[in-house]
């Protein structure tokens, strides 16, 4: 059993100082959760935009801009996470252009993960080493809790979007519909029906587990159903396809919120806080 080291390597300089005991649902051996600020910054990058792009408030990936916003702001996350099994470093900017750059040891989920990347238009970074040569449990558990605190990370205050994504994702025979909610609240239901029980070398369990951690940490709450599918290979990808596209619905701006938080959203970080809903 350890406590994993969370260090912030973001320009915004968080800082993760452990406060407050994390309830056993946040994953293994999580310890204490790193403090956030109530409004984590990333750095400032300009966005190319034409001037008819910023005419009606696009940024550059195509999706709204941030209200008010004229820099083109970046919302990124970066946690390092060290443990006895595992060192990740995992960096994610939701306003990115679909890069990926994941070496995680596992390939079938370096695969996944660059799918995320290129459906979520967000940049992944994900370097990762375990104890793999016992299996990839560790890995994927750590590696998913991670992205989740990057992400809520990045997410800052949340002012302005959309909050709720909705998208269904079909791979030749296979498809799977998702539905999340950063509301802030911890839950996952997964109605995968996976056929065999590894794809390559990837343990097929480790998909719902994977899930379970990143939302744990990400304070998200996400439904996952599947809606046909024989191919196990498919029906994964149909899932992590369908999660990107709806993770990047609910993180893009509502233009016609004016900047606004959407109601009842209550996160983990403001609740350990003592801020009142």
């Known amino acids: 059993m350890t406590t994993p080291q969370f260090v912030s390597t973001s320009p915004a300089r968080l800082s993760y100082t452990p406060t407050s005991p994390v309830p056993k649902s946040l994953g293994r ?7 956030f600020p109530a409004r984590p910054r990333g750095f400032s990058l300009r966005l190319r935009s034409s001037p008819v792009m910023a005419a009606a408030g696009v940024g550059g990936n195509g999706s709204p801009s941030a209200p008010g916003d004229s820099t083109g702001t970046s919302r990124i996350g970066e946690v390092k996470r060290v443990t006895k099994e595992t060192n990740v470093h995992v960096k994610i900017n939701l306003d990115g252009t679909g890069a990926a750059d994941c070496s995680t040891g596992i390939p079938f989920l370096d695969h996944m993960l660059d799918q995320l990347a290129s459906h979520g238009l967000f940049d992944v970074y994900v370097k990762a080493t375990g104890d793999t040569h016992i299996d990839d449990h560790h890995s994927n558990e750590d590696i ?25 994702a079909p791979l030749d025979e ?21 056929p065999t029980e ?11 587990h994977f899930f379970q951690s990143l939302v744990n940490t990400s304070g998200m709450t996400l439904h996952i159903r599947q809606l046909a599918g024989k191919n196990s290979h498919h029906i994964i990808e149909a899932c992590f396809k369908a999660f990107a596209r709806a993770l990047r619905q609910a993180t893009e701006y509502d233009l016609r919120r004016h900047g606004t938080v959407p109601r ?14």
């Open 174 to 194: 296979a498809a799977v519909e998702v539905i999340l909610d950063l509301s802030g609240r911890p839950h996952l239901s997964c109605g995968l029906d996976i």
């Open 144 to 168: 998913a809790l991670a992205i989740g605190t990057a992400l809520l990370q990045s997410l800052g205050d949340r002012k302005g979007i959309n909050r709720f994504g909705h998208f269904t």
């Open 264 to 277: 009842f959203v209550f996160t983990y970080w403001q609740r350990i806080a003592g801020a009142e809903s």
């Open 198 to 208: 590894r794809v390559g070398t990837y343990d097929t369990q480790l998909v719902e």
């Open 29 to 35: 051996d999580c310890g204490r959760v790193p403090a």
